[in-house]
């Protein structure tokens, strides 16, 4: 587990300035030769340092006005609203097939709304071109369910690959970047290695240090606890917080954990039957009235979310009803 000060440090030397993820960067380096300059960090690694860090405004950097969305005639989303502040991190918790896969994939542009806007960093999300969308997805970061490595990569090349796609940095600074990436999520040691030889922790790491790699505004996490015992669960959690912290940036948690991610967030929306039943920190969901809520918190059986999807009484189906 890394350490606050090698959190600090990572915030200190590894964020490229903002015109990091388009080509002038790469090729104004590339024409001038320079390599960026290095000095020891507190733990004594080598940083190059790109940057200065600057204040982050308490603003918003997402906000969902009203979103309405269907797939095909089922309504699956109904008119929500919810905002995401620069600087935090956000859960979006609910009960499987509730719409927080999709609200994820609205943000990034998959999916189009039926009603309603999204807007990220004041656009429009929704009226982008194609050009203009992909520019925005370049300062989005997603970590995917079960961290979606590619398999025939190294975790070096892993996390070097959309440097390398996005960017024309030279392959030393690219080394560099990556190394220290993998240093923030205690995996520097681990960067020869295939996915296929890293543990479930170890691959969800790897995949938040891709996720990281062109210092996106706006990182998403798809049930990035899924399958992770205690232990693996708990680092992920801590990085999660420290590196949206070190990076200043946005963090989106669509889970089912609520152990794991209240111990991290600023915020909590509680999805069910595609609406917001309920929001909070997580305090003030601990001690909510909400019927929906103290269920989903609770672990509990009975409550709104019933045990039997809607069907016709069993004594129907099995030919025993009594006939008058």
Do not use: W
């Not at 009203?66 to 919810?82: S, T």
């Not at 309603?116 to 656009?123: F, H, K, L, N, Q």
């Not at 079960?146 to 070097?160: M, Q």
């Not at 152990?259 to 595609?274: N, Q």
């Amino acid at each position: 587990m890394q350490t606050a000060q090698q959190c600090r440090d990572f915030a200190a030397c590894a964020r490229p300035p903002a015109s990091f993820s388009g080509r002038p960067f790469g090729h104004r380096l590339q024409r001038r030769g320079l390599a960026a300059p290095r000095r020891p960090s507190a733990n004594g690694l080598q940083c190059g340092r790109l940057y200065k860090l600057l204040p982050v405004a308490a603003d918003t950097l997402v906000e969902i006005q009203d979103v309405e969305f269907n797939y095909d005639v089922r309504p699956i989303l109904k008119g929500i609203r919810m905002r995401f502040p620069r600087g935090k991190v956000v859960a979006i918790m609910g009960g499987s097939g509730s719409g927080k896969t999709t609200i994820l994939r609205l943000i990034g542009g998959q999916l189009k709304p039926s009603g309603g806007s999204i807007t990220v960093a004041g656009d429009d999300v929704h009226k982008l071109g194609h050009a203009q969308l992909f520019r925005l997805r370049r300062k989005m970061g997603m970590l995917f369910q079960f961290g979606a490595l590619f398999t025939d990569y190294s975790t070096f090349e892993n996390v070097a690959f959309p440097l390398r796609e996005h960017t024309a940095l030279p392959e030393s600074i690219i080394r560099d970047l990556v190394l220290m990436k993998l240093n923030a999520v205690g995996l520097r040691g681990a960067a020869h290695l295939k996915p296929a030889e890293l543990s479930g922790g170890m691959a969800r790491r790897v995949a938040l240090a891709r996720a990281i790699a062109l210092d996106p505004m706006l990182i998403m996490y798809d049930e990035p606890f899924t399958g992770l015992d205690p232990i693996s669960l708990g680092v992920i959690a801590n990085l999660i917080r420290k590196l949206t912290d070190a990076l200043g940036a946005t963090s989106i948690l669509v889970t089912h954990d609520v152990e794991g991610s209240f111990k991290i967030v600023d915020y909590v929306y509680f999805v069910s039957a595609g609406r917001i039943v309920a929001e909070g920190t997580p305090d003030e969901m601990r001690g909510s009235r909400e019927p929906y809520v103290h269920q989903f918190i609770h672990g509990e059986s009975d409550g709104p979310v019933p045990f039997h999807y809607p069907a016709p009484a069993i004594a129907r189906d099995l030919g025993l009803e009594r006939h008058t």
